[in-house]
């Protein structure tokens, strides 16, 4: 499996310094994914939805599922960053959670209203952070430390490198 299908738009590098210029922007990533989301996968079929994005990787059906599951945990931590001290996030299996009934079976438009509805929520409280928002931590159980600036870009990248998955099958298999 080569790093460009794994990591089509390489991996999240935030910068050294985070300015409102860097979260302004990917906030406005993290708002225009649904729809782009909802774009690609919209004139997919369902073979095509079931269809792996690369070797040993999930369905396209799969990540349409994982983006929301993602992302609510993603609101819901910022919400302890905001409303407790420096908190220990709760981790998951991103893995397991594919492999339920729902990530394999259920409609995409389901996860797709689920994303549109989180993202604006959680847009909305994103550029209502002040610069000490910003900077207060949460403590992920595995990577550590991480400030709710620097938080907002890795999301914005996941959402695009997912969203990049999807768009570099679509054109490597013509659909």
């Not at 300015?19 to 729809?35: A, K």
């Not at 989301?37 to 095509?48: E, F, H, M, N, S």
């Not at 870009?153 to 099958?169: F, P, Q, T, V």
Request: glycine share 4%.
């Amino acid at each position: 499996m080569t790093t460009e299908l794994r990591y089509p738009i390489g991996g999240y590098e935030p910068p050294a310094d985070i300015s409102t210029d860097h979260t302004d922007v990917w906030i406005d990533e993290i708002e225009d994914l649904p729809n782009a989301l909802r774009a690609a996968v919209t004139p997919l079929t369902d073979a095509q939805l079931d269809t792996p994005y690369r070797p040993d990787g999930w369905t396209v059906r799969q990540l349409v599922h994982h983006l929301p599951d993602s992302h609510i945990n993603s609101y819901i931590r910022f919400k302890w960053a905001l409303t407790e001290e420096r908190p220990t996030i709760k981790a998951y299996f991103e893995d397991r959670w594919a492999e339920l009934p729902d990530s394999h079976e259920l409609p995409v438009r389901y996860s797709l209203d689920l994303l549109d509805a989180l993202h604006q929520r959680w847009c909305f409280l994103l550029r209502n952070l002040t610069e000490d928002d910003l900077d207060r931590e949460m403590v992920h159980p595995e990577s550590g430390p991480i400030r709710l600036g620097a938080n907002i870009g890795l999301y914005a990248w996941h959402g695009r490198h997912h969203l990049a998955h999807i768009e570099r099958l679509i054109e490597r298999e013509g659909w």
